[in-house]
């Protein structure tokens, strides 16, 4: 008997794949289409079991979607600009480039023994000139649309990398990478007009029913809709201040007005003042995210301005600059209620100004003493001299009467704001995307001519100097005025990496098309059908990618029906693993790889010296932690397919799985029995025999399968797999129907273990390849149940069961189950007092 040798099988049929060109995406207009796609990967050097999950997940539905007559489109991409690089570049010498393209290659060698159906051809990487001119095509595009701007912004600036930090590249107050201390700087930046979309993206969540709601969820809290109340406090020495406030209803409540550090007035306090000046630039430190404003500690300055109160003027309230307060989010301005916002309650103890409770718990009616009372909107609380006559009222309720009382009065205006702000694309570095623009001290600022894209990256640069080699680089950086001819400078800002990303998606659909897209290409294959890829992309590369898709259609490059990219979501899981940690002379931790790892009856200990290894509970894969399992090490033991096989069966797909070697192990003794299984199948005669029993479980196997891969239950098909596979081992049935069967298995089996499969089809003599045969269908006769077993309780305890005829009248159940010999010997003799039969489900039979 042959055995199953992965070794020998994978290669083979990937050659076979390969050289009938199976995976080659076509425009088929007879056929319906079908575009899975899975976030492109950065190329960091290695791929990890994490990849293979989510390759493998978006190689199942492909190959299903495939045998189902769909002309598929499965590309596959490089998500390749970036800061590593460019570090890479300056800690080991080189070029980016070139640091880039030889982790692409390893990876791309990685990748190809999985067997994925990808469309190779289609391959493409963002730092391609071919790729980002076109980028540069579309962000001139953009500028004759208003879709872009340029203006003066506060930004976060890590003083080692020395570039712009997006705020979810902040961490903890400090660069993500460089974990410097994040300053804010002012500094002319380029900005897509996101925030013009706000209600569009906000509102057309709902018709995304294929997103999980946790997705949606977050989306919509990051565009953030309020509604709030807009008015003026009155300058005692002059002039207004206005605010906008989300809580109007707490006005009563007022304690100061704050005002940013960047707001107007404290900069022309600044000019004034040098005192006042530095008071600012230590207020200005940290970054901008919320969460970096929220736990820094509170700073302010008393300016002296006074304003009078709408409600009362001769109640006059002071002006402080503070911190906590953006310049970029309403008018850089609010007036505080201490009594119900933490913050300016921990400002106003700190500077001992007044805390006035507006409204009281119905149910513990004391003041405010450490913590802000700070209900829910839905809650009834009960208000204290309400100016609108409010007695017990939500939060919901008062705001609504407070923005009616102060329209009534003519003093403020209802206004909706959203907490989305534009995207800020500049970033000071080499390695990205040229922003293709000049700067004429004619002329401005010039878009280059489309002619001339793509603007490509100087190669002759160096690293040895902290900045943007761009900026010194004057053979690059000086050049002409496309419009006048004279000399000029080129914009050394690169884009962010977000943009590259934006847009991918619909490059795919023409990958080498001489304008961003081809129309009736994109036509043809948006929008992806199923998008897959982690949670941590939830709100920002989509949030971009979906506005990305609305500027491309007003600038003729997407269909209208592509406004909307991504017609599913699926966000899966990690794949995680246990963490092996010694310590050295100083109690540090040392991480050791799997690998290095024995384990003995006293626990794990390291394999070189037998030192005692700590091992922490299951976490994510992480390099730093050594806990990662290397895919090349899995396939060349076990094969390809049980890494494929595993990945897909310990756990649902949205949830974490933890790789184990004891996992693998069994995965791939599974598929030898499979194997094995077939092997005798195949030296079968082809006689008939008693089949119905079989051909039942065939049926019944193709309907569940079909059903858990298309609800991307893929733990649930491949539980059903396991089970057909023991029917079919323990199967009495004829020759013919064995081979039908175990064919069958393997079609199953094909998107998840492609080769194994394909080896078993040739085996048991399947025409063409298995990857080109259609998807079984079930027949529904088969499916019908003509017999149904039935529970017999005996005084509510299960003691037997029967099988009967699923039309089998209460009578002729009732005889049956007296006959049984667990209810005979209970009976003793003796007549039962009841006997209760449900139809199809149990018999009751009290003794």
């Given amino acids: 008997m042959s055995r199953y040798t992965a070794a020998d099988i994978e290669p083979k049929w990937q050659e076979a794949w390969d050289k009938a060109g199976i995976f080659t ?96 051809s289609r391959e493409f990487a963002t730092c391609d000139p071919e790729y980002y001119g076109q980028q540069q095509s579309m962000f001139i595009d953009f500028m004759e649309r208003g879709l872009v701007y340029r203006k003066n912004a506060t930004v976060n600036w890590d003083p080692v990398d020395m570039t712009v930090l997006a705020n979810e590249q902040v961490i903890d107050g400090c660069g993500w990478r460089s974990g410097a201390p994040v300053e804010r700087r002012d500094l002319t930046q380029w900005f897509f007009k996101i925030s013009d979309y706000s209600a569009e993206l906000l509102e057309a969540l709902d018709s995304l029913d294929n997103w999980p709601e946790k997705v949606r969820t977050m989306q919509a809290n990051w565009i953030g809709r309020s509604q709030g109340l807009q008015f003026s406090f009155e300058r005692v020495d002059g002039g207004e201040i206005e605010v906008y406030t989300t809580r109007p209803d707490t006005l009563m409540g007022a304690s100061f007005i704050g005002i940013s550090p960047d707001h107007p007035i404290s900069k022309a306090l600044e000019a004034e003042s040098p005192g006042i000046a530095a008071k600012l630039a230590e207020m200005r430190k940290g970054g901008t995210t919320e969460e970096a404003i929220e736990t820094a500690e509170k700073l302010g300055y008393d300016t002296g301005i006074r304003v009078k109160h709408p409600l009362d003027p001769n109640w006059e309230l002071p002006v402080w600059i503070a911190n906590f307060i953006l310049m970029d989010y309403g008018t850089g301005a609010i007036f505080a209620c201490p009594a119900h916002d933490q913050r300016d309650l921990d400002f106003c103890r700190k500077y001992d100004l007044p805390v006035i409770d507006t409204f009281l718990s119905l149910e ?58 534009d995207w800020g694309l500049s970033r000071q570095r080499y390695w990205g995307c040229p922003i293709p623009v000049v700067h004429c001290p004619d002329c ?25 080699p761009l900026d010194r680089h004057p053979t690059w950086r000086d050049c002409a005025c496309p419009s006048c001819g004279k000399p000029a400078q080129r914009e050394t800002d690169t884009m962010d990496t977000f943009v590259d990303s934006s847009w991918y998606y619909a490059r795919f659909t023409s990958p080498n098309a001489d304008t961003p897209t081809d129309l009736d290409d994109a036509s043809y294959w948006m929008n992806v059908d199923q998008y897959i890829g982690g949670i941590e992309h939830a709100i920002l590369h989509l949030l971009y990618s979906r506005f990305f898709a609305r500027a491309m259609n007003i600038c003729g490059h997407l269909p209208d029906k592509a406004i909307e990219p991504f017609n599913a979501l699926f966000t899966q899981g990690m794949v995680t693993h246990e963490i092996y940690v010694t310590r050295d002379e100083n109690d540090r931790p040392v991480y050791h790889l799997p690998e290095d790892i024995e384990w003995t009856e006293s626990g794990a200990r390291l394999g070189a010296c037998g030192t005692e290894v700590e091992v922490i509970p299951s976490a994510k894969m992480s390099k730093s932690k050594k806990n990662v399992v290397d895919p090349a090490n899995i396939i060349s033991s076990f094969g390809a397919d049980t890494a494929r096989w595993f990945v897909l069966s310990d756990s649902p797909p949205e949830r974490d799985v933890e790789w184990t070697a004891s996992g693998a192990e069994a995965a791939a003794k599974h598929l030898a029995r499979v194997h094995a299984t077939a092997v005798k199948i195949a030296e079968m005669d082809d006689a008939d025999g008693d089949d119905t029993d079989l051909l039942r479980a065939m049926h019944k196997a193709i309907h569940d399968v079909t059903m858990g891969i298309e609800s991307f239950g893929f733990n649930a098909a491949i539980a059903k797999l396991y089970a057909f596979q023991n029917t079919i081992s323990k199967s009495k049935a004829g020759g013919r129907a064995q081979k039908l069967a175990m064919r069958t298995l393997a079609q199953l089996m094909s998107p998840m273990t492609p080769h194994l499969s394909e080896e078993i089809w040739s085996l048991l003599g399947g025409e063409r390849l298995i990857a080109q045969a259609p998807w079984p269908k079930a027949d529904e006769a088969m499916l019908v149940e003509d017999t149904v077993t039935m529970p017999i309780q005996i005084n509510g305890k299960r003691r037997a069961e029967i099988s009967v005829p699923k039309d089998m009248g209460k009578a002729e159940v009732e005889k049956l189950a007296l006959a049984e010999d667990a209810v005979v010997r209970a009976l003793d003799g003796k007549s039962p007092k009841k006997v209760i039969v449900v139809p199809g489900r149990i018999v009751n039979v009290v003794v």
């Avoid at 609504?400 to 959203?418: C, L, P, R, S, Y």
């Avoid at 401005?444 to 943007?468: A, H, Q, R, S």
Wanted: net charge negative; glycine share 10%.
């Fill in 364 to 421: 513990d009616p004391s003041p405010v003493d450490k913590e802000a009372f700070v209900p829910p909107k839905s809650e009834k609380v009960k208000w204290i001299n309400h100016f609108a006559g409010l007695d017990e009222a939500t939060g919901e309720e008062a705001l609504e009467a407070t923005i009616t009382f102060a329209e009534d009065a003519g003093w403020g205006k209802g206004v909706e704001k959203f907490r989305l702000r």
């Fill in 444 to 468: 401005g600022v010039v878009p280059e001519k489309k002619e001339n894209l793509p603007v490509k990256l100087p190669e002759d640069v160096t690293f040895d100097v902290p900045g943007n």
């Fill in 25 to 120: 995406a076509k425009r088929d207009e007879t056929r319906p289409k079908y575009y899975v796609l899975e976030m492109f990967p950065y190329p960091s050097g290695r791929i990890h079991m994490g990849h293979v999950r989510n390759y493998t997940m978006g190689d199942v539905i492909s190959r299903y979607k495939s045998s189902c007559g769909f002309s598929v489109l499965h590309p596959m991409g490089w998500d390749a600009f970036g800061m590593p690089a460019e570090n890479a570049a300056m800690a080991q010498g080189g070029h980016p480039g070139t640091w880039t393209y030889d982790n692409i290659k390893t990876m791309k060698g990685q990748m190809k023994p999985l067997g994925l159906s990808i469309d190779w």
